[in-house]
């Protein structure tokens, strides 16, 4: 059985920093898309970044590109989104998501490809 579990989440000031971590067990982490999601109070889903555990290779939204970092820590099965200069509009529920063997490509965004999705963490940015 698959399995994300979220942590790092919490609260910043505007222009603070924050690293969530998804730590994934319960399948082969070796090639799999490994995706960030988040999702503001009345508004939709957003794809933030995902990482294909395979060779690395990542992808970002434009609203984050040059603030955020996805990474992986393959011994420990963990990917990471390290999250510099946040912004207020930052603030929401971060959801991790694997797509399992598979590279993550140009649909990396579609939330209705992931068909496994961690809990959440809660970050909060104030201005």
């Known amino acids: 059985q698959v399995q994300l579990v979220e942590s790092g989440g919490g609260s910043v000031q505007a222009g603070g920093s924050l690293t969530l971590s998804c730590a994934a067990s319960g399948y082969s982490y070796s090639s799999a898309c490994m995706a960030w999601f988040r999702q503001a109070p009345g508004k939709e889903r957003e794809g933030v970044a995902a990482i294909y555990t395979g060779s690395g290779l990542k992808f970002y939204a434009s609203s984050v590109k040059g603030r955020f970092t996805a990474s992986q820590d393959n011994a420990k099965n963990t990917v990471y989104l390290q999250m510099n200069s946040l912004k207020p509009e930052d603030a929401a529920m971060y959801y991790c998501?694997?797509?399992?063997?598979?590279?993550?490509?140009?649909?990396?965004?579609?939330?209705?490809?992931?068909?496994?999705w961690g809990q959440g963490t809660q970050v909060t940015v104030s201005s």
């Open positions: 998501a694997a797509d399992l063997n598979t590279v993550c490509g140009l649909t990396w965004y579609f939330f209705s490809r992931y068909d496994s």
